[in-house]
């Protein structure tokens, strides 16, 4: 018979670690409420939640960066004091974070040695290197000890990242949302990787939204909502999609929306022979020329760094370039940001607390950033407070971004409201064309939901849409056409994305040989 909140039998596996009841707190909300979760020996541990559902916290506090106000933290059956990550990994307990923590500089046995007390006093840098190969090759791990960080891929780094913490003496490993800068092809292989290494005895926590993925990597399930837990513990056997997603967010979530067919209109945005350099001055986009008509989602696929993030600073005017960006028949390539706002660009960019908002100002001043030259918000030289408020308080409601008031600081707003805002704010101004990189990124299923019906209905009112996104569900799900980029180029067009090859596509993500036919053979399905 199932335990509390769903909670397994549990098998004579010993535990790597156990957290029994554990609080912690912030100012006016309970991060954690006496929660209780525990890691096997050789298992591979999800632990699924919305936004601001209290797994963050969790993590950090089995990490030491974070103390409990109430619990007890076993690590092999033995109490243990975690007052910082040093702690941590004394006790054999490392995390792996989503922006990895590593000098773009320095070697890989450079950054794998970083934060060691050892060696003392000389560096035999070859010998290290050698111990750095040994260790991963019996993980099957594939990394070049001498290659420096900038030369890898993501997927490479991450790598790196994993053999740092096992160097470190890490037998626990915490990986917060891994997959969610890689291609398929990549993912494949991170979990190969991740079952060699349960299969020598480590033990892994997987932090995702990926609800597909937790269930075929899994040994078992935890569900965290509003600081509790959920489920406990569930054996991903009979356990669906919608079962986790509904646990998640406490009603159901639909898997797939409904897209209104929109016959495309006229050519909003043209982009021709574009070039431009990133921000090492190095080519990061090589004569990139594309296409978005009225009506339509173009969505663009990449690995990071393959120059998406420039084009779209290139579109929205963040970056000079050459060639020409033509935004309904005007070309603002050579103008400031303020011609691509006139212009009618909306942008949703991809950093949503540095470039998208300002964080220590309120809701009110975040919403009304593009309309405050505008009347009713302006009078004259002045601003009117009370249109402003009246202006925001409508959007805070029709786009259901929740906070505490209007005045409160954008930076304690959850990733999923925060994004709320950035759209509201966007879509609000009636953009002719919006430009929205990786806009659910780290969001759980219940705002990613939100989130895609929103770009569905401004696509159905004829807006014209450029999704950059890392994400291959999400681009199969919502684009009309389908563009691959690497290394700064356009590779190939996918004109049926309903259709398409999801490998092939990532394939071509990788630069990959041969996917051309196989995306051809997709296309003509039906």
């Not at 004259?380 to 249109?387: I, K, R, T, V």
């Not at 939100?450 to 684009?479: N, T």
Request: glycine content about 10%; proline content about 5%.
């Amino acid at each position: 018979m199932a335990g509390p909140q769903g909670t397994q039998p549990r098998t004579s596996t010993p535990l790597a670690i156990e957290a029994v009841g554990i609080v912690k707190s912030f100012p006016g909300v309970i991060a954690n409420d006496h929660v209780d979760f525990d890691l096997r020996v050789g298992e591979i541990h999800a632990l699924l939640g919305e936004n601001g559902a209290g797994k963050s916290t969790l993590m950090n506090v089995l990490a030491g960066l974070y103390r409990p106000d109430e619990g007890e933290i076993r690590v092999g059956g033995e109490p243990v004091q975690l007052r910082s990550p040093r702690d941590a990994i004394a006790a054999g307990i490392g995390m792996v974070h989503q922006h990895f923590a590593l000098v773009p500089s320095q070697t890989v046995a450079e950054n794998v040695l970083l934060g060691l007390d050892r060696p003392r006093f000389r560096l035999d840098l070859k010998r290290t290197e050698a111990e750095i190969m040994s260790l991963a090759t019996d993980i099957g791990l594939r990394v070049e000890p001498s290659a420096r960080i900038w030369q890898l891929s993501i997927g490479e780094q991450q790598r790196v990242e994993i053999v740092k913490m096992l160097f470190h003496g890490a037998r626990i490993l915490i990986l917060d949302e891994p997959t969610a800068v890689l291609a398929p092809q990549e993912t494949a292989e991170l979990f190969e990787n991740l079952r060699a290494l349960t299969d020598a005895a480590r033990s892994i926590i997987f932090i995702s939204h990926k609800l597909g993925e937790v269930l075929s990597i899994a040994d078992r399930i935890t569900v965290m909502r509003a600081g509790k837990v959920t489920a406990a513990g569930l054996e991903p056997e009979g356990v669906t999609r919608a079962d986790l997603a509904r646990r998640m967010v406490g009603r159901p979530v639909l898997e797939s929306l409904e897209r209104t067919k929109v016959e495309p209109g006229a050519v909003v945005l043209s982009v021709e022979d574009v070039t431009a350099l990133n921000d090492r001055g190095l080519p990061a986009l090589r004569g990139v020329s594309l296409q978005v008509h009225a009506g339509e989602i173009v969505g663009i696929a990449a690995v990071a760094g393959n120059g998406q993030s420039e084009l779209a600073q290139v579109i929205t005017g963040l970056r000079a370039c050459t060639g020409r960006v033509v935004v309904d028949g005007r070309d603002i390539a050579a103008g400031p940001v303020r011609a691509a706002i006139e212009s009618g660009v909306g942008h949703v960019p991809e950093d949503r607390a540095g470039v998208g908002s300002a964080p220590n100002l309120s809701l009110i001043d975040n919403l009304i950033m593009r309309r405050f030259r505008q009347q009713p918000i302006t009078r004259g030289p002045f601003l009117d407070a009370s249109a402003a408020r009246s202006k925001a308080q409508t959007l805070q409601g029709a786009y259901e971004i929740s906070a505490p008031t209007l005045d409160t600081p954008v930076r304690i707003l959850s990733g999923g409201n925060l994004q709320r805002l950035i759209l509201a704010r966007e879509i609000d101004a009636a953009p002719r064309l919006l430009v929205a990189v990786q806009p659910t990124r780290g969001l759980d299923v219940g705002a990613i939901e939100g989130i895609h019906q929103l770009l569905l209905d401004l696509r159905e009112q004829g807006a014209a849409i450029l999704l950059i996104s890392e994400e291959l569900e999400e681009l199969l799900a919502l684009a009309d056409r389908i563009l691959v980029m690497y290394e700064g180029q356009v590779t190939t067009a996918v004109e049926r994305p309903s259709a398409a090859d999801i490998d092939a596509i990532g394939l071509h993500m990788m630069g990959g040989e041969g996917a051309d036919s196989a995306i051809d053979r997709a296309s003509t399905v039906g």
